[in-house]
């Protein structure tokens, strides 16, 4: 089956900075979703990105804050700017299809701590 | 809008006890009903899709069941290595992105020897 690798696994932030995570599928596709999993708490639909058009944002996300690239049909990279302790979280990428038409497929995660 | 529950929220059993797991769910057009498995450190795993009311699916120790309002992980006979978080979520019509599922929180699962 497919591979998504994150990275980074994990890392530990600063307040007012900003941090990007990669993720990389190991065969294209479409559309790549990016999740929070916050502590506590369901997992949460941060974004869609479609390679080659602006990422689609969830209500309570926007662009300035998570800004999104997706150069190809393989990789995306979610920023989480401005960083606040708030945005202690495990952040994960998936994709659709890999494992049937309508499963996501999920990365490990990378879990960032903002002190 | 969408709701997801799960319950319970933890759940602790003896291994070979069975239990089921529930999950109930408020959505407007359902597409597609699933179950995921997470461990610590790692990203959601997926189990089963289920689609229409009355349809069950069964994976080693692991069934899944779906009614118009709620569904089900019955988990029997289970061992240690069942212990893991279960995530329900759903795939309703009519979201912005056009294709997304909403997750419930999970029920941690705990299974001693």
């Known amino acids: 089956s497919a591979v998504i690798s994150q990275k980074p696994s994990r890392d530990i932030c600063q307040r007012g900075t900003s941090l990007t995570i990669q993720c990389q599928v190991d065969s294209q596709v479409t559309m790549m979703f990016w999740y929070r999993q916050q502590p506590g708490q369901s997992l949460t639909l941060i974004a869609t990105?479609?390679?080659?058009?602006?990422?689609?944002?969830e209500s309570g996300f926007v662009i300035d804050k998570f800004p999104i690239s997706r150069p190809n049909l393989t990789f995306s990279t979610l920023t989480v700017s401005n960083m606040s302790p708030e945005d202690s979280s495990i952040y994960l990428c998936?994709?659709?299809?890999?494992?049937?038409?309508?499963?996501?497929?999920f990365g490990a995660g990378s879990r960032l701590t903002v002190l | 809008e969408d709701q997801v529950t799960q319950s319970p929220e933890a759940l602790r059993l003896q291994e070979g006890e069975s239990s089921s797991l529930n999950c109930s769910y408020t959505?407007?057009?359902?597409?597609?009903l699933f179950w995921y498995r997470q461990d610590p450190g790692k990203g959601p795993e997926f189990l089963f899709t289920?689609?229409?009311a009355g349809e069950e699916k069964e994976k080693e120790r692991l069934k899944a069941t779906l009614t118009k309002k709620e569904s089900f992980l019955h988990i029997t006979a289970p061992k240690p290595e069942d212990s893991a978080t279960y995530l329900c979520?759903?795939?309703?019509?009519?979201?912005?992105?056009?294709?997304?599922?909403?997750f419930g929180k999970g029920t941690s699962l705990l299974v001693t020897p």
């Open positions: 998936s994709v659709r299809g890999l494992s049937g038409a309508n499963v996501l497929t």
């Open positions: 979520a759903v795939q309703a019509g009519l979201r912005r992105s056009g294709y997304a599922l909403n």
């Open positions: 990105a479609n390679q080659g058009s602006e990422a689609t944002y």
């Open positions: 289920l689609y229409s």
């Open positions: 959505v407007s057009g359902l597409r597609g």
